[in-house]
């Protein structure tokens, strides 16, 4: 019997021993749960004190530190918000009325980033219009840009033209057809390209290329202005190019009569 309680005994203690060596284990790991919750609420902490910092900048009127602030933020947020709120930031800021430098590339960049990295953040809409904004601007700028491209080539092809520099003034023309294509003043560009090979002080007067030009012009721009002026010059051209054909039969007559 002795024996029999003291095998119980030493069961009982071992279990309690083994429940307590658990418990221990246990509480080791809430800890460890604990600390990792507490470091990862510090570290969010300081995330959003960056982000106020950069919006309080932008208040003052310190873009280019207010931009820092938004890239440490989001260098910090591993991919998770407040991430996006960085991206949207720095995407206001690159086309601030403030910024002196405004680079709406870089603002563009950052709202397409936010779409496509966050599309379930409640700042995705507002990237879209700032996105569909940004490119409407793009394309209008460019527009503007080929515009005054166009304007200065014409005016250097007319002033190299009234020079008699015939060739400066084709290649100025080509500008303008490379950058217009079949929009206006393409139609003008190959109405004085024409005009350059049937100019008889041109050295270099083609009337075969002359046509084409002023064939051109009829066939691509059919509403332009100049049509008329260019179904004129194809006549008196083809008048032309009879006449020397004729210049030429009748110099072969001569030659055969004279054997």
């Avoid at 032309?240 to 009569?257: F, L």
């Amino acid at each position: 019997m002795g024996r029999k309680r003291t095998g119980e005994r030493q069961y009982i203690l071992f279990c309690i021993a083994g429940i307590i060596l658990i418990s221990l284990s246990a509480c080791n790991a809430l800890k460890g749960v604990g600390k990792d919750a507490n470091n990862k609420a510090g570290h969010r902490k300081e995330v959003y004190k960056h982000l106020l910092a950069a919006n309080e900048l932008v208040e003052n009127g310190n873009l280019e530190d207010a931009i820092k602030e938004n890239q440490l933020v989001l260098s910090m947020s591993n991919n998770t918000p407040p991430a996006d709120e960085a991206l949207f930031n720095m995407g206001l800021i690159y086309v601030h009325h403030g910024n002196n430098r405004k680079d709406y590339k870089a603002s563009l960049e950052m709202f397409k980033r936010l779409e496509k990295d966050y599309p379930q953040s409640p700042l995705v809409e507002q990237a879209k219009t700032w996105v569909s904004t940004l490119e409407t601007i793009d394309k209008l700028t460019k527009r503007a840009d080929e515009k005054r491209s166009v304007n200065e080539s014409l005016f250097r092809a007319n002033k190299l033209l009234s020079q008699g520099d015939y060739e400066g003034a084709l290649r100025e023309y080509n500008k303008v057809l490379a950058i217009t294509g079949k929009n206006a003043p393409a139609d003008e560009a190959l109405f004085n390209s024409g005009l350059i090979y049937a100019d008889y002080r041109n050295p270099k007067k083609d009337i075969k290329k002359a046509l084409g030009f002023f064939e051109r012009v009829m066939k691509d721009y059919p509403q332009s202005l100049l049509v008329q002026e260019s179904e004129i010059w194809i006549g008196v051209l083809r008048v032309i190019e009879k006449s020397k054909q004729v210049d030429i039969e009748i110099e072969e007559m001569k030659k055969e009569m004279s054997r």
